[in-house]
């Protein structure tokens, strides 16, 4: 809806407000709530100032949902392999490296380690908030200039994104975030790739 609230009055030339709302709800995924507010006051007619916020929402798309997981070559190398790791042996280890492991891990020589990705049926729909300022000049002397400036901020939540496996290695090495680390199984020599069936990284 947009409602007029003042309009040709001495310091108002207008004012006006809007505002939505939709309901949706997902067989996967719940229910959602997404909304606008704004507000839109010109003082004369030759500049109009406006702003508002906006929640929305994306839920996920089918392969998102439903892609089968399948295992591939991915990433670009394991930091732990090798007999001179990039990374020290306490990160390591919160990879699944054992100490009897480190720097005895066989380097791939295409540089790749096996990744499984596939689509994951838990997903929720991500969340935005955005917040909008903007001005419009339409000077009266130039009937046909319109010179319109505007600033947004927006802020995504639950995002669904396929984190790299470069990513989730290193920083599971660095932060140790179990559910980063969680998605790591290497095989029975400490390997990402040597042992296909058992060594890979997961990124459902």
Known sequence: MRVPIINDAPGAYNLSAEAGYRYSSYTLGGKTNTYKFGLEWAPIADVRLRGGYNRAVRAPNIDELFEPAVVGSGGTADPCWGSAPSLTLAQCEKTGVT??????????????????VGGNTALTPEIADTY?????????????????????????????????????????????????????????????????????????
């Open 99 to 116: 100490q009897g492991e480190y720097g005895h891990i066989t380097v791939n020589p295409a540089a790749q380690i096996n990744t499984q």
């Open 132 to 204: 909008t300022f903007g001005m419009v000049l339409q000077p009266q002397f130039a009937p046909n200039l319109v010179a319109s400036f505007d600033v947004f901020y927006i802020k995504i939540k639950n995002t669904i994104t396929s984190l790299s496996s470069n990513t989730v290695i290193n920083n599971c090495a660095l932060t140790g975030d179990a559910t980063l680390c969680g998605l790591i199984h290497r095989g029975p020599t400490g390997s990402l790739w040597f042992n296909t069936p058992t060594s890979s990284m997961h990124r459902t």
